[in-house]
């Protein structure tokens, strides 16, 4: 497994780092500082020496940006993998994409949040743009990183089952982890009237239909080797996964984006931004 991880100096990416401790060995690891470096932001300077202030705040940022790429590798686990350094100036979020296409990786590795000329780059910004454009699996660590053992998976369908077991045979992680698969059914009624018991007859057997489909998802996992069960619950999807992710006391969420549609659409849709911040635990978006 290629794996990129990024760092910038902000705790979050620390605590990205401290991740690959439960991350299984790279074929090859590439670390990714990127310097958006600002321009002066002066009218009225002289072309020549708004030129030259540049370049000295570029090659001190350089100089900065050096000193923590040695610092991360020094601070990775011993089976992290062969391991290249690179800097690169410009937009953070294009160049991670433009490297992980470079590269070939498999999954990008990442902190919540970033520090740079805005003192701060929210979920909203740089993570939500690499969940939206990565061309791979995307971890995103948003707090401290006690262990990567207690998995939850929602599941929205059979695109979603099989983005995730192709990314799980990958082996994506350094010890035997537990799976728990969870797919939500809106709790809806019929748009014709019925009575009650009518319509407790079709969500019983609404239910019973996920709890087949999870199950035979759950065995296909059994079947590489993952100790896996599964559940299936009525109810909003966003809020069940959160409700399900703090009961599981979840280490990690493992989320798909594949067809951006009804479970799996609070990841890249319009309230993706505060359901992620809310997230008790990191969260790994696969494609």
């Given at each position: 497994?290629?794996?990129?991880?990024?760092?910038?100096?902000?705790?979050?990416?620390?605590?990205?780092?401290?991740?690959?401790?439960?991350?299984?060995?790279?074929?090859?690891?590439?670390?990714?500082?990127?310097?958006?470096?600002?321009?002066?932001?002066?009218?009225?300077?002289?072309?020549?020496?708004?030129?030259?202030?540049?370049?000295?705040?570029?090659?001190?940022?350089?100089?900065?940006?050096?000193?923590?790429?040695?610092?991360?590798?020094?601070?990775?686990?011993?089976?992290?993998?062969?391991?290249?350094?690179?800097?690169?100036?410009?937009?953070?979020?294009?160049?991670?994409?433009?490297?992980?296409?470079?590269?070939?990786?498999?999954?990008?590795?990442?902190?919540?949040?970033?520090?740079?000329?805005?003192?701060?780059?929210?979920?909203?910004?740089?993570?939500?743009?690499?969940?939206?454009?990565?061309p791979c699996a995307t971890l995103i660590v948003n707090g401290p990183v006690k262990a990567m053992k207690n998995i939850l998976l929602p599941l929205q369908g059979l695109s979603d089952a099989e983005a995730a077991i192709r990314f799980l045979q990958l082996k994506p992680f350094h010890d035997p982890v537990e799976i728990t698969l969870l797919t939500v059914l809106p709790s809806t009624q019929p748009p014709w009237p019925v009575e009650a018991a009518a319509a407790e007859t079709l969500e019983k057997q609404a239910l019973e239909s996920a709890r087949g489909y999870i199950e035979s998802v759950t065995e296909r996992l059994r079947a590489l080797g993952y100790q896996a069960h599964g559940l299936a619950v009525l109810g909003t999807p966003s809020a069940m996964i959160l409700q399900e992710a703090t009961n599981l006391r979840a280490d990690l969420i493992l989320m798909g984006t594949s067809g951006r549609q009804g479970i799996t659409r609070f990841v890249l849709g319009s309230v993706s931004h505060a359901l992620l911040h809310k997230m008790p635990c990191p969260v790994l978006a696969f494609h």
């Amino acid at each position: 497994m290629n794996t990129l991880l990024v760092v910038d100096g902000s705790d979050n990416a620390y605590e990205a780092v401290h991740a690959m401790k439960y991350l299984a060995q790279a074929e090859q690891l590439t670390l990714l500082h990127a310097l958006d470096v600002p321009r002066p932001a002066y009218p009225m300077m002289v072309p020549e020496v708004a030129e030259e202030l540049y370049r000295s705040l570029e090659q001190s940022m350089r100089e900065d940006g050096e000193r923590l790429l040695d610092r991360v590798q020094s601070l990775l686990p011993m089976h992290a993998g062969p391991t290249t350094k690179q800097l690169r100036i410009g937009s953070p979020a294009e160049m991670i994409v433009a490297t992980a296409e470079e590269q070939k990786a498999d999954l990008i590795v990442m902190g919540a949040r970033g520090l740079g000329p805005i003192k701060e780059r929210l979920l909203g910004s740089v993570s939500h743009r690499i969940l939206t454009l990565a061309p791979c699996a995307t971890l995103i660590v948003n707090g401290p990183v006690k262990a990567m053992k207690n998995i939850l998976l929602p599941l929205q369908g059979l695109s979603d089952a099989e983005a995730a077991i192709r990314f799980l045979q990958l082996k994506p992680f350094h010890d035997p982890v537990e799976i728990t698969l969870l797919t939500v059914l809106p709790s809806t009624q019929p748009p014709w009237p019925v009575e009650a018991a009518a319509a407790e007859t079709l969500e019983k057997q609404a239910l019973e239909s996920a709890r087949g489909y999870i199950e035979s998802v759950t065995e296909r996992l059994r079947a590489l080797g993952y100790q896996a069960h599964g559940l299936a619950v009525l109810g909003t999807p966003s809020a069940m996964i959160l409700q399900e992710a703090t009961n599981l006391r979840a280490d990690l969420i493992l989320m798909g984006t594949s067809g951006r549609q009804g479970i799996t659409r609070f990841v890249l849709g319009s309230v993706s931004h505060a359901l992620l911040h809310k997230m008790p635990c990191p969260v790994l978006a696969f494609h």
